[in-house]
């Protein structure tokens, strides 16, 4: 290989000349940048008053609508419902299997090694706290309410063209497979793909957490264009539509519980509705006052309580029955996969009526919780690889919820099998083995606990939990919708947060105004209809999350490595044969050798991005190699010890 000749500039000062004449923001090539921060940004955070206001306007008059004509709302989305479902739930089955794909695609591919954060920046939270954090994110509400009744469901009436047959024993498996296809890996993908988006652009491309921080990357990247503010409300919208449905089954069984417990006899929806009303007013305190540490305590609490829920029912009910069934059921799961996921509304008007209520409203469902869920995996994710945060999100929930239904599940249908066997009525769930003959869903864990030792002492603790589940993710969703209405603010405004905690209760007051079996039909109904337009939006945020990884300054990187290995290897071959060693030296554009030939490193796309700019958007100094901005002017803030970086 030739050498340089030795009158040449310094490497150093021909570097220094290259990135002069090049003009990169701050003199620094795309490919060197560590990363951009949000935290270390200059941003003025404010109220969106076009979002809140338009938001704001249409969550009122549906409430309005629903409390002056709950029928009629009821009327006019199931109609809007049965035409998505007909027309266009191939859109909710495509989502949920594209998503699993296409993240473990970017998981094992030279993305995967991207982090969350910083060049070198280390996981904001270990291993195991980390782990845990997502272990309490698959714990709710959910889980109590359908954990004993989806499988037993499915055990009494399979979906059409099942591989068992209803009151079998491959019923058991069959029944907790459909359920863990459900609330398991493509639940968390839809997830996934939100958390793993906006922790990439605020933690490593310096922008607000924003779903349009992601989307708007495909054309001007402004988040205050009319584009981007319908983006972010239409996520609010999902959110609390989403959200409010699982506060109204929550009151729901909450109100049961204490019909069963107390003694009082059936109550309606007027129970229900006053407990969404106490427990959005403790929502708000904890929003509005200091307790919002106690509540997080409380969380932690109730995470404990629903670990040892399962415990109980695991050692107290057939623990040999749930150690046989459980991890066939886990086989059963994915061996039946491709079968289960590929029902369709094609196959006839049956499986059309059981995807509607089951498998497409669920993917619907955890569309219009994916802001929500998907905010909270990346504020905990900083520093993650991009593998480490995929293969977590998608694994460690889904486990624990897919045990959890094994056990909750199980428990029930092995009382169901037991009864029968002993024909013995009374304690039969379904007393005459249909599904047609189950009590109300809120009602089904109680059946299932009363028959068990100390039945009465743990449906009087799962009140206590289904309350606390309630205010915790009231609080938390209320938070997200807020800083969603704000710009991304992590400190938002504590009125716009209550607003928002009082939507959710409206919103859940209207779907129990439904009134009885139609309160879960309701659910359905308003979830699948509001969540449509945020599953076109996923797509694009997955879409422009590859956009944004392609010219990452490690993935830049990656590619430099790529051509300087391959073209010298190539040259040394050709020029000296078996021995030779590479060595790094300029070359001209034009060299056949030249590592960036074919990539252009002053384009907007790969420069723009770490360009930094004060509250208003002009341009300001920064230095990279400090990490800090210069000629900064001192500022109260600066005197205080408070950093003048928002």
């Keep these: 290989m030739s050498h340089p000749d030795p009158r040449a500039a310094s490497p150093a000062s021909a570097t220094r000349t290259f990135l002069r004449e090049v003009n990169y923001p701050h003199q620094i090539h795309p490919a060197l940048v560590p990363g951009v921060s949000v935290e270390d940004q200059k941003i003025r955070y404010g109220v969106d008053k076009g979002i809140l206001g338009v938001v704001g306007f249409l969550i009122v008059a549906f409430v309005a609508w629903g409390l002056a004509a709950p029928q009629q709302v009821f009327d006019v989305s199931s109609a809007a419902l049965g035409w998505v479902m007909h027309n266009l739930g191939w859109t909710f089955n495509v989502l949920a299997i594209g998503m699993v794909l296409f993240l473990l695609v970017i998981a094992f591919s030279r993305f995967g090694k991207i982090t969350l954060g910083l060049d070198g920046e280390e996981p904001e939270y270990s291993t195991a706290s980390w782990a845990a954090m997502l272990f309490g994110a698959g714990i709710g509400i959910g889980i109590i309410f359908f954990g004993p009744y989806e499988p037993l469901t499915y055990y009494l009436s399979p979906r059409p063209g099942a591989h068992y047959d209803a009151n079998t024993a491959a019923a058991v498996k069959g029944a907790m497979a459909q359920a863990a296809l459900h609330w398991g890996l493509n639940a968390w993908a839809i997830y996934a793909i939100v958390g793993l988006a906006v922790a990439y652009v605020s933690y490593r491309r310096g922008k607000v957490p924003l779903m349009s921080s992601v989307v708007t990357s495909l054309w001007s990247g402004r988040t205050d264009s009319i584009g981007a503010r319908i983006i972010d409300a239409l996520a609010i919208i999902a959110t609390l539509f989403g959200t409010a449905a699982t506060l109204g089954i929550g009151a729901l069984q909450i109100a049961r519980g204490v019909e069963i417990v107390g003694g009082l006899g059936p109550t309606g929806n007027t129970l229900a509705l006053g407990i969404i009303g106490v427990l959005t007013i403790a929502t708000i305190a904890s929003a509005v006052s200091g307790v919002a540490k106690g509540i997080r305590w409380l969380s932690n609490i109730n995470m404990l309580m629903a670990l040892g829920l399962a415990l109980f029912f695991f050692i107290v009910g057939p623990t040999a029955f749930l150690m046989n069934m459980v991890p066939s059921a886990i086989v059963d799961y994915f061996g039946h996969m491709p079968d289960m996921l590929s029902a369709n509304m094609a196959e006839g008007p049956e499986m059309e009526a059981f995807l509607s209520s089951w498998t497409t409203f669920y993917w619907a469902w955890w569309v219009s919780w994916a802001p929500f869920v998907g905010v909270f995996t990346a504020k905990i994710s900083r520093g993650r690889t991009i593998k480490q945060f995929v293969l977590g999100v998608l694994l460690i929930p889904s486990s624990i919820i897919v045990l959890a239904f094994g056990i909750l599940g199980g428990t029930a249908i092995w009382l169901q099998r037991k009864a029968e066997a002993a024909g013995d009525t009374a304690n039969m769930i379904a007393p005459d083995g249909t599904a047609a003959s189950l009590p109300l869903p809120a009602e089904i864990f109680y059946k299932v606990v009363e028959q068990m030792p100390g039945g009465g002492i743990v449906s009087a603790l799962v009140i206590v939990m289904l309350g606390v589940f309630f205010v915790t993710t009231s609080d ?121 030939s074919d990539f252009d490193s002053t384009a907007p796309e790969v420069t723009e991005w770490y360009a930094r700019t004060d509250e208003d958007g002009n341009p300001v100094e920064y230095d990279y190699e400090k990490g800090e901005y210069i000629d900064d002017e001192p500022t109260s803030d600066d005197v205080t010890g408070n950093s003048p970086i928002r």
Excluded: W
Aim: charged share 15%.
């Design 476 to 596: 938390s969703a209320s938070l997200v919708n807020s800083q969603l209405a704000q710009r991304g603010n992590p400190s938002p405004n504590k009125l716009v947060t209550t607003f928002f905690a009082l939507c959710m209760a409206g919103i859940a007051v209207v779907i129990l105004l439904f009134g009885g079996q139609n309160a879960l039909a309701g659910l359905q109904n308003l979830v699948v209809v509001t969540a449509l337009p945020f599953a076109v939006i996923l797509v694009l945020m997955a879409v422009a999350l590859v956009k944004l990884l392609r010219n990452d300054p490690q993935a830049i990187r990656e590619h430099y490595q790529e051509q300087a290995i391959q073209k010298a290897v190539k040259h040394g071959v050709h020029e000296y044969g078996d021995n030779f060693a590479l060595a790094v030296e300029p070359t001209a554009a034009t060299d056949e050798r030249a590592t960036g």
